[in-house]
């Protein structure tokens, strides 16, 4: 009863006019450019192009679009919800009183935990809608086209989406529990983001054989969730066409684009691109999955535990 | 209600509550002096259960302190307030109460009570944030006994309200024991601890200095005062300050407490001044005060 009492408690905090519109004016704005941008280059004229091809260069543009950006973006939003959720009621003492009833001590946490990913799944879900709609509109392509398209990567992308929001609120729970400070907890959190853009021009240094030499990819966070989207994809059953495969590759390393070779039957579509293959995608999920599951039980473990002063 | 056993909490090099056995009645209202870094709101978190012990321990109701059945016995009201700002004071009652498993009925009910019963009723619909600090203090206060709890724990309840706020608080605290609820109550501000409590506990670098009835704790280390009120109590204080008799004279919540080893002599000398000055004298009243044993036993401490 009280867990469910504290989700919404957390998700009526997590939606103040204030914080929505501070992170969703940035976001749709510049969801709105950059599907421009992707849109405006080359694909002017996509509807007059055959169905497949709409449906194929949509995908590419989408899978771009959403990884980069609407998945990742998010998690800014989930390093300030963390900030406010929790490590600004340990500030302001609202948790200290709340402590004083009988509740045990992991129910509002985890009741923060669940309220900010909630939000923060929501969230990223209106902006892959928005960002599917505006590649349609730019693109001008048909609307069987989107169905064909979007639609068809959307539930992958979501579940993606979830697994993302998860770890970034996880490892904001654990700052805010181990550092008690707002500001603390929302630059920590947001290093995931910054490391996921980071690595992601890292790979596009003239670096040469660095990368695996150095094992740049251990790090990589941009890496590993490209494993974890392929990964997620996967389970769900998508086929990423060698062209989708492409393009995914661009943002996040995880094809070997060396190894595409062009299948004849698809006219100049490569029908083959394998796994670049630093690390299988099943151990990026398994890292991921228990980074979460270790920040989230190392923030509840901590505070049934610390002083509450 | 309370009963502690050696307890203990440390800071890293800092002993904050150092080894108190501690006893509070049920049904009574017991005060929490001392001064500033003594440990009372350290020792009081503790039996919240917000704190972990360094060593001993303590029980509210013969339940570990700090277990779901010990604070399902009690309400808790800090001193520096923390109350979520951008709920109503309505909202906030009852998001209170659903947290200590009331159901919805029935915490409505309760917050209405509380809302009425604290001069809340107003303001009920209205953000917390725009409240003035009387009223977020008895919003606090209620929001202690929204799940009618056995024994309060309130810790410094009038920090920086203003007197007609103070005197709120304190007439509602005053009810409370015909309720049936223990108060364990800390204040600095003793004059009015003397109002309203039973037995007082006065706490030192941590350590119990004393923990008696107030009248005890008064015949111990005080001596005997007059609080005088007169047309002028500024000149009245000039002229008894003349009086070996008098000594500490003070003007204290519209009232001038005078303390004395005779009061008997004391009355007589000051009916003569009065009269003397052509000043009138409104009442008098023999105050004993916790101030005067509060700073005889600080004295002693730093001797």
Known sequence: MSLRLFVSGAVRDSTRPKILAAFLVPYFGVTGLLATALGNTGHENLGSAPLFTQEQVLVELYVQLSFVWLVTFPMVLVAVLAATNIASHLESGTFRVLLSKPVSRWEPLVGAFLGIVIVGVLATLSGLLVGGIALYVTTGASALALGGSVLTILPGTLAYALVVTILAAAIGTLLAVVTGTRLQTALGTALVPVLFFGFLFVRFLPVGDLYADLFLYVPDVNYHFGNVYAAIHGALGTEFTPATREAVSTVSGVYDIGGVWTDPLLSGIGGSTPLAGYVPPFVSVIVVGLVAVAALAGAVYRFGRMDVP | ?303
């Open chain 2, 1 to 303: 209600m309370i009963e502690t056993t050696n307890l203990t909490k440390h800071f890293g090099e800092t002993v904050a509550v150092d080894g108190i056995d501690l006893t509070v009645e049920e049904g009574s209202v017991h005060g929490f002096v001392g001064p500033n870094g003594a440990g009372k709101t350290t020792a009081m978190q503790l039996l919240v259960g917000l704190l972990s012990p360094t060593d001993g321990e303590a029980t509210i109701g013969g339940e570990p302190a700090g277990s779901k059945a010990a604070k399902e016995l009690l309400g808790y009201s800090p001193q520096e307030l923390a109350l979520r700002e951008s709920m109503t004071g309505r909202g906030y009652l009852e998001y209170m109460g659903r947290a200590a498993g009331m159901d919805k009925s029935d915490v409505r009910e309760r917050a209405d009570e509380l809302l009425s019963w604290l001069d809340l009723k107003e303001a009920a619909g209205r953000r917390v944030g725009s409240y003035s600090g009387g009223m977020q203090r008895r919003l606090s206060l209620a929001q202690a006994m929204i799940h009618d709890p056995e024994l309060l724990i309130l810790d410094e309840p009038t920090t920086g309200l203003d007197p007609s706020g103070r005197q709120k608080i304190m007439d509602a605290l005053r009810e409370l024991p015909e309720q049936g609820m223990t108060v364990f109550v800390s204040s600095h501000v003793l004059a009015e601890l003397e109002q309203y409590v039973g037995t007082v506990t006065i706490l030192r670098d941590g350590e119990i200095v004393i923990t008696d009835t107030i009248d005890a704790v008064q015949q111990a280390y005080g001596g005997q005062a007059l609080a005088v009120e007169t047309d002028d109590d500024e000149r009245v204080g000039e002229l008894l300050a003349d009086i070996e008799v008098a000594r500490n004279i003070e003007i204290e919540d519209g009232r001038l407490l005078v303390m004395t080893d005779d009061a008997d002599q004391l009355r007589e000398r000051l009916q003569g001044l009065l009269v003397e000055h052509d000043i009138s004298l409104r009442s008098m009243s023999e105050a004993g005060t916790l101030q005067e044993a509060f700073a005889d036993i600080l004295e002693e401490g730093e001797q």
